[in-house]
């Protein structure tokens, strides 16, 4: 069954998630982008909280958002957040017009060692180099594909299927979870599932009020529910 990460901002939210469900508990601001941060000492303060009380659920965190060029920081910043003790640290990977400075970042990001997890950030179309050379060695346990601009359709509007069941192929043919996410929805869990992902995320579709308000447990189990009644479920024509 594909798994499901939901992203989540604080103590509460993250047991909440856990409590209806969640696979892996994604530790991010919603408020502060795709791939907002939440601070260190706020990570390390969740992680004993879940590892008491739901010690099978994984739990990844994030960044921030960054340019690739800021490779000093942004390799700064993962060792602090592997620091709290987190299973993944997931680093957005912005495309630019010149491949070199993101190809760099993912070399660095691959030596640094530990468990990072790539996120190719795909509004402008999946960029098959960073594929490349994010499963070049053996440096990633997963990758992933996300969206920054989340008003504009789900991941599954926005990039072709036969381009995500590529994805989804050559990254597991590589050994690695693949992930997928990007405003997805309820409605797209058919979908999804037939695309067979190792875990698809989520924070639009978990909240009240908006992407950055607040977390319903409910609506976590509704996806839940989803995930496992689609099981199985062929892609569509044509994908
Ligand atoms: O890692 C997953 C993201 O938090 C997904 O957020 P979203 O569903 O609002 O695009």
Do not use: N
Not at 79 to 84: G, I, K, L, M, T
Not at 153 to 176: I, K, N
Not at 190 to 200: E, Y
Request: proline share 7%; aromatic share 4%; glycine share 8%.
């Amino acid at each position: 069954m594909v798994r499901l990460l939901a992203s989540v901002r604080d103590v509460d939210e993250a047991v909440a998630a856990a409590t209806a469900g969640a696979d892996f508990i994604d530790l991010k601001e919603p408020a502060d982008g795709a791939l907002g941060a939440v601070a260190p000492e706020a990570i390390a303060r969740i992680v004993s909280v879940l590892r008491a009380r739901h010690p099978g659920v994984r739990i990844s965190a994030t960044v921030g958002d960054l340019p690739a060029h800021e490779v000093d920081e942004i390799l700064a910043r993962v060792r602090r957040v592997e620091a709290c003790g987190v299973d993944y640290v997931k680093v957005g990977v912005w495309p630019s017009p010149s491949p070199g400075p993101v190809h760099a970042l993912l070399e660095a990001l691959a030596q640094q060692g530990g468990d990072v997890v790539p996120v190719l950030l795909v509004d402008a179309g999946l960029d098959e180099s960073l594929v490349r050379h994010a499963l070049a060695g053996t440096a990633f346990p997963a990758v992933m594909l996300d969206t920054t601009e989340k008003r504009r359709g789900s991941l599954l509007q926005r990039v072709p299927l036969a381009t995500l069941a590529g994805f989804v192929a050559t990254v597991r043919a590589h050994g690695r979870m693949v992930g997928l996410a990007g405003s997805l929805r309820v409605d797209d869990v058919p979908t999804l599932v037939a695309l067979d992902p190792d875990f698809a995320g989520f924070r639009r579709a978990l909240a009240r009020y908006g992407r950055a308000g607040t977390l319903d447990p409910r609506l976590v189990r509704r996806l839940r529910r989803a995930l496992a009644a689609h099981a199985d479920a062929p892609l569509p024509a044509g994908a």
